[in-house]
């Protein structure tokens, strides 16, 4: 069973559109962080959210933890190349071991 | 945040023979993780290695089949056993960033033949 549910699995848009893509989960986590991955290296944080409802922004990219600390999305406006790229939600429970989803795999066409 | 140096980048393994992964970071941390991350799945926690201390497994992996070693408070290896093509993966070590989140390296690409 997936602990955390990624979604969609693969986007293709096109330069300047907006995006969203979805973290969903059943268990409550301490954190949730969302992580990029590009092809042959490690995955290099972007944001830490911990408290229901909140919403960061970090230049075009607005993350949002839901109100129940369950779910997240990943809004990214005016895309561009440089967006693409395997994002990846993880949950942080009390052991600190971090539960990874499969990721969204986004490709932004120039 | 901390930086790790993580090597091999890549390699081709015949199987049945064993391959030690390196990661070095350049602060001391007290717990260090390994992950495999195989084509299309998600990252899977095999250990977290503790300085001084044996490492603590995941269900479905086993010390016999990836031994971990922890020497001391900045480096930390992975031995994959006995390969077989199923463990050709991507294998990862991270630290933890502060209290923030967490910092990985770039990974070593396991293509076991």
């Known amino acids: 069973t997936q602990l955390l549910e990624q979604s969609p699995q693969f986007l293709s848009i096109q330069e300047g559109e907006n995006l969203t893509v979805y973290c969903n989960s059943s268990?409550?986590?301490?954190?949730l962080q969302w992580y990029r991955q590009e092809p042959g290296e490690g995955p290099v944080l972007l944001v830490t959210v911990v408290t229901g409802g909140e919403v960061k922004k970090l230049k075009r990219l607005t993350f949002q933890f839901g109100d129940a600390r369950k779910d997240s999305s990943l809004h990214i406006t005016a895309a561009q190349p440089g967006d693409t790229g395997l994002y990846l939600c993880a949950g942080e429970g009390g052991n600190n071991r971090l539960a990874f989803g499969k990721g969204n795999q986004v490709v932004v066409i120039p | 945040s901390a930086v790790i140096s993580q090597k091999p980048s890549r390699d081709i393994c015949q199987r049945g023979t064993s391959l030690t992964i390196q990661c070095q970071v350049d602060s001391q941390v007290t717990m260090m993780f390994w992950y495999r991350q195989q084509p299309g799945q998600s990252l899977t926690l095999i250990a977290t290695a503790n300085q001084g201390s044996e490492a603590t497994y995941e269900s479905g992996f086993v010390i016999d089949k990836f031994p971990i070693s922890r020497p001391n408070l900045t480096f930390s290896t992975l031995t994959v056993s006995n390969m077989s093509p199923e463990d050709s993966s991507i294998y990862l070590c991270s630290v933890r960033g502060g209290a923030v989140g967490y910092t990985f390296g770039s990974g070593t690409r396991l293509t076991v033949v």
């Open positions: 268990s409550v986590f301490s954190s």
